[in-house]
Structures are given as structure tokens and as C-alpha cells.
């Protein structure tokens, strides 16, 4: 109960509420005193962005080259497959289920007092940058075996993991309550909050059928029933709930896996702490939906199809870096969210929380869904040759 209350989304949750409950009361006074104070702290989050990019997007490629084997190519390639499509399936969801959520798109009924401070804190480059960068100097650095740039990149993203922890993380509860406090003031939150426990209920829905789509597509291939490993899973899923961490869910995970009948040990023993932080189907699943609700209840209009299938697709790639922290997944994408959907301070703040809360059922997702890539993994070393490890 003492790590519940110390944990990420019981602080979100507290600030949610405690800002709802003061943005009913509070004098025009008062609130324009916390709207210069969240945009000052919105602004330190956003100036922080390219950094996270980078930090992560690059060391994690000069990693994977490291070790480019044949079965870490087919690991990778399965786990961003996995996740595109989740993301599609995800989309397509949105498109059939959000118009129909009756999602206010204008539900203020008073303007919020003018920022006080006007403070600007400009990032160091566009988002869009920080990736392209990423990507050119984690690539360079691969082929080049570059090992003093590569150690180097190492130490900026343990550095960019402390920023998040010692900053970004500390300053997200205060944030999200201002952020709350405006959507109470002005009326929307009274309209609106029925819709976000809607959209967790589906987005908890979309989880377990994507699951069983893998392990179908799992047992299809491999030729092995996937019931001998899911199954297996349950203490994992359950561990995964109560921890939100992939990583602290690992051995747990891999316990799991080793029951399995059908799974190789060389590949439960390869795959499992792989795919721990690299496959991240259930949170690139929830982003995608939560993304789309927030557009609309927002800026009044769903994103295009062509914008939200670039989005799936950038989306995959940045939670193969995404951070092992709750929330990582969107926190690593924020550059993508903010230049591909366009969204503001004020939906960043709506998809941070609303993710947040979810978060623990997302990486139950996550880390069931391993189950079903490793007996992929299984059938591709055994339909290819590939012997067991001594």
C-alpha cells in the first residue's frame, strides 16, 4: 500500500482530483496565478523533449547494432510489427468508435485569465530534429564502431533518465493538477470526464484482443498450441499490474515462459528480456486511441488518415527507446504527439495523465504479449535450422 502511494499514477490521480475540486472554487484571482504556473512547467517539459529523443532514440540503435545477429534482426522486425499494427488496429478503432463517444469539441463556457509570467523557454531544436539527429549519429556511430561516442551516448541517456526522474516526473503531478484546474474552470471536465472512463473501459478491451491476436498469429506459424504458454501468464500479468515496469516484471515473466512446453529455453532465455524493452504493443496500442479521443475533444476534429498512419508508424519506432519508466512510452514520443498531431500544453498535460492511469494495464499487455513473440522466435529458429544453445 506505502509503494501504491508513493507510486506515479496515485500521484497523477491526486492531482486530477485535487485540481477538479479547486477549479470549482477558485476566484479568476487565483487561477490565473496557476495558469502561469503550469505553463512555466509546461514549457520546462517541452524544452526537455529533443533531449529525450536523443537520449534515447540513439543510444538504443548504436545497441541493436552492437549486436546485429540474425535473431535479434527477427526480434526486432516482430516486436515493431507488432507494435505498428496494434497502432493501426488501434486507429481503426478510433475511427469507427470515438465519433460515436459524444465528445464535446467546444465545452468551455468562460475563457482562462491570460498568462501572468509570459516566461519562454524555446527548445534547443525542433523534435523533428532531435529524431532525424538520432537517428544519423546512432547509425554512424554503429557502422563506424565508434566506441568513444557510442559510451558517450550511454552517459547522456543515463543523464536524460535522471531528468526525467529528478524533474519531469516530480514536476508532472503539479502540472497535471493546473492543467485540471483549467478544465474545471472553464467547464470542460464536467462534460468530459464520463468520456475518458469510457475510453480506458475500450482501450482495456482493445488490450486483450490484440493478445489474442499474437498468440493466434503465434501458434499459426510455430505450428504449437499457444494455450502452452498463455496459460503460463497469469502471475506475470498480475505482477506487471501492481509493478508498471516491464523490467520489474522480468523474472517474473521468465518463470512464466519456462513452464511452457512449447517454448525453446534458448529462445525464453533471448526473447523474454528482449522483447521486455522493446515490444511495447499494449502502450503504443492505448496512446494511438487516447491520441485521436483527445484530438477531438480538443482541437474538434479527428487527425487525418494519412497523419495518424505516419504517427503509427514513428510511433513504433520511438518505444524501441522508449525509457523503462511508467509512462515511457508516451514520454519518449512526446516529440511525434506535439509535430505529427499537433497538440498544444494542454493535450500533452490530458495524454500524460490519462496514460499514466492506465499504465500498469498497458505493460500487463506488453509483457503477456512477450509470451506470444517467443513462440514466434520459437518457430523461426526451428523452421530455419537454428539449434538450441548447449
Given at each position: 500500500m506505502k509503494q501504491f502511494v508513493k507510486s506515479l499514477p496515485f500521484r497523477l490521480l491526486c492531482g486530477i482530483v485535487i485540481g477538479i475540486i479547486l477549479g470549482l472554487v477558485v476566484g479568476e484571482g487565483v487561477m490565473g496565478v496557476v495558469v502561469s504556473v503550469r505553463n512555466v512547467l509546461g514549457q520546462v517539459i517541452m524544452f526537455c523533449v529533443p533531449l529525450i529523443v536523443i537520449g534515447f532514440v540513439a543510444p538504443s540503435i548504436t545497441r541493436l547494432g552492437q549486436n546485429a545477429t540474425r535473431l535479434l534482426g527477427v526480434a526486432v522486425l516482430i516486436a515493431y510489427t507488432s507494435s505498428l499494427l496494434a497502432a493501426l488496429m488501434?486507429?481503426?478503432?478510433?475511427?469507427?468508435?470515438?465519433p460515436h463517444l459524444s465528445i464535446a469539441s467546444d465545452a468551455s463556457v468562460k475563457e482562462l485569465p491570460a498568462d501572468i509570467f509570459g516566461l519562454n523557454i524555446p527548445q534547443i531544436m525542433p523534435v523533428m530534429s532531435a529524431l532525424a539527429i538520432s537517428l544519423m549519429i546512432g547509425l554512424a556511430a554503429t557502422w563506424t564502431k565508434a566506441e568513444t561516442v557510442?559510451?558517450?551516448?550511454?552517459?547522456?541517456?543515463?543523464?536524460?533518465?535522471?531528468?526525467?526522474k529528478r524533474i519531469i516526473i516530480p514536476i508532472l503531478p503539479v502540472y497535471i493538477c493546473g492543467t485540471f484546474m483549467g478544465l474545471s474552470y472553464d467547464g470542460t471536465i464536467t462534460v468530459q470526464f464520463p468520456v475518458f472512463i469510457a475510453i480506458i473501459a475500450i482501450v482495456l478491451v482493445g488490450h486483450f484482443i490484440w493478445m489474442a491476436v499474437l498468440y493466434t498469429a503465434a501458434g499459426a506459424y510455430s505450428g504449437k498450441n499457444p494455450a502452452e504458454v498463455f496459460k503460463h501468464y497469469l502471475p506475470a500479468y498480475l505482477t506487471a499490474v501492481g509493478t508498471m515496469s516491464s523490467a520489474a516484471?522480468?523474472?517474473?515473466?521468465?518463470?512464466?515462459?519456462?513452464?511452457?512446453?512449447?517454448?525453446?529455453?534458448?529462445?525464453v532465455d533471448f526473447g523474454i528480456p528482449l522483447f521486455a524493452n522493446i515490444h511495447l504493443c499494449g502502450s503504443v496500442l492505448t496512446e494511438t486511441f487516447f491520441c485521436m479521443a483527445i484530438s477531438l475533444m480538443l482541437y474538434g476534429q479527428l487527425p487525418s488518415v494519412g497523419t495518424m498512419i505516419l504517427f503509427c508508424v514513428l510511433l513504433g519506432i520511438f518505444a524501441v527507446g522508449a525509457p523503462g519508466v511508467p509512462g515511457g512510452t508516451v514520454m519518449a514520443?512526446?516529440?511525434?504527439?506535439?509535430?505529427?498531431l499537433g497538440f498544444d500544453a494542454e493535450g500533452t498535460a490530458l495524454i500524460l495523465a490519462i496514460f499514466a492511469l492506465q499504465d500498469s494495464f498497458g505493460t500487463a499487455c506488453n509483457v503477456?504479449?512477450?509470451?506470444?513473440?517467443?513462440?514466434?522466435?520459437t518457430g523461426y529458429a526451428e523452421k530455419h535450422g537454428i539449434k538450441a544453445a548447449e
Amino acid at each position: 500500500m506505502k509503494q501504491f502511494v508513493k507510486s506515479l499514477p496515485f500521484r497523477l490521480l491526486c492531482g486530477i482530483v485535487i485540481g477538479i475540486i479547486l477549479g470549482l472554487v477558485v476566484g479568476e484571482g487565483v487561477m490565473g496565478v496557476v495558469v502561469s504556473v503550469r505553463n512555466v512547467l509546461g514549457q520546462v517539459i517541452m524544452f526537455c523533449v529533443p533531449l529525450i529523443v536523443i537520449g534515447f532514440v540513439a543510444p538504443s540503435i548504436t545497441r541493436l547494432g552492437q549486436n546485429a545477429t540474425r535473431l535479434l534482426g527477427v526480434a526486432v522486425l516482430i516486436a515493431y510489427t507488432s507494435s505498428l499494427l496494434a497502432a493501426l488496429m488501434s486507429t481503426a478503432a478510433g475511427y469507427a468508435i470515438i465519433p460515436h463517444l459524444s465528445i464535446a469539441s467546444d465545452a468551455s463556457v468562460k475563457e482562462l485569465p491570460a498568462d501572468i509570467f509570459g516566461l519562454n523557454i524555446p527548445q534547443i531544436m525542433p523534435v523533428m530534429s532531435a529524431l532525424a539527429i538520432s537517428l544519423m549519429i546512432g547509425l554512424a556511430a554503429t557502422w563506424t564502431k565508434a566506441e568513444t561516442v557510442i559510451k558517450l551516448l550511454d552517459e547522456f541517456q543515463d543523464i536524460v533518465l535522471e531528468i526525467v526522474k529528478r524533474i519531469i516526473i516530480p514536476i508532472l503531478p503539479v502540472y497535471i493538477c493546473g492543467t485540471f484546474m483549467g478544465l474545471s474552470y472553464d467547464g470542460t471536465i464536467t462534460v468530459q470526464f464520463p468520456v475518458f472512463i469510457a475510453i480506458i473501459a475500450i482501450v482495456l478491451v482493445g488490450h486483450f484482443i490484440w493478445m489474442a491476436v499474437l498468440y493466434t498469429a503465434a501458434g499459426a506459424y510455430s505450428g504449437k498450441n499457444p494455450a502452452e504458454v498463455f496459460k503460463h501468464y497469469l502471475p506475470a500479468y498480475l505482477t506487471a499490474v501492481g509493478t508498471m515496469s516491464s523490467a520489474a516484471t522480468l523474472s517474473v515473466a521468465l518463470e512464466c515462459a519456462h513452464k511452457s512446453s512449447v517454448l525453446r529455453e534458448d529462445m525464453v532465455d533471448f526473447g523474454i528480456p528482449l522483447f521486455a524493452n522493446i515490444h511495447l504493443c499494449g502502450s503504443v496500442l492505448t496512446e494511438t486511441f487516447f491520441c485521436m479521443a483527445i484530438s477531438l475533444m480538443l482541437y474538434g476534429q479527428l487527425p487525418s488518415v494519412g497523419t495518424m498512419i505516419l504517427f503509427c508508424v514513428l510511433l513504433g519506432i520511438f518505444a524501441v527507446g522508449a525509457p523503462g519508466v511508467p509512462g515511457g512510452t508516451v514520454m519518449a514520443s512526446l516529440g511525434i504527439v506535439i509535430s505529427v498531431l499537433g497538440f498544444d500544453a494542454e493535450g500533452t498535460a490530458l495524454i500524460l495523465a490519462i496514460f499514466a492511469l492506465q499504465d500498469s494495464f498497458g505493460t500487463a499487455c506488453n509483457v503477456t504479449s512477450d509470451g506470444a513473440l517467443t513462440l514466434i522466435l520459437t518457430g523461426y529458429a526451428e523452421k530455419h535450422g537454428i539449434k538450441a544453445a548447449e
